[in-house]
């Protein structure tokens, strides 16, 4: 069975990786039997929000630190991750996605992305192993992966997000329209991504998308 790691970005939807996303992917992971180790950036959160309140928070907080919430302590920092040893990587959504692994909260199409995230992204690209990411989390591939970055671009889906879709496009990347229950493969990239949170969904609707993206992530490691 393969061995797939898992990026995360913090802990909460609004400044870190979104919870029921991050699980969905461990679960839908360990239906198929795939092992899995998880991974983050050592390195202060972009902000901090009270997800009681929306508002942002007076605090610093570590992205690893919060992100062993989600993965109960088994956590490893995101500059050990060595894509030869894994056969697979996936990204979660939430906003930390484009806070702490990237910029695009910010900058959009302009954003820059963490060098080791950029790392580990082109490092599987150049093994030809699958990635898989979901809800905000594809415009990262957009970005390094992008015609702007001297790519050959990309397929992702984030939805139908008119915006963000503009978004991918000035990257030099593409965005496919889909429902939170589909995902897209793109086959030249071995990327599969589903939109999740994107869309107006409720958790059973976003868990089955993450399990068509993670069941296109296993069936890539196999041919």
Known sequence: MPTVAVVLSGCGKADGSEIHEAVSCLIHLSRHAAGYRCFAPDKLQADVINHATGKPAQESRNV????????????????????????????????GAAKNLCTFAIDGPDCSVDPEVERVVQGFKAQKKPIGMCCIAPVIAARVLGKRAGGEGCQVTIGSDPGTSAAIAAMGSSNVARLVTEAVVDETNRLATTPAYMCDASVHEVFIGIGKMIDAVVAMTKR
């Open 64 to 95: 690893m630190v919060e992100a062993a919430r989600i993965s109960r302590g088994e956590i490893t920092p995101l500059a050990s991750l060595d894509p030869s040893q894994f056969d697979a990587v996936v990204f979660p959504g939430g906003f």
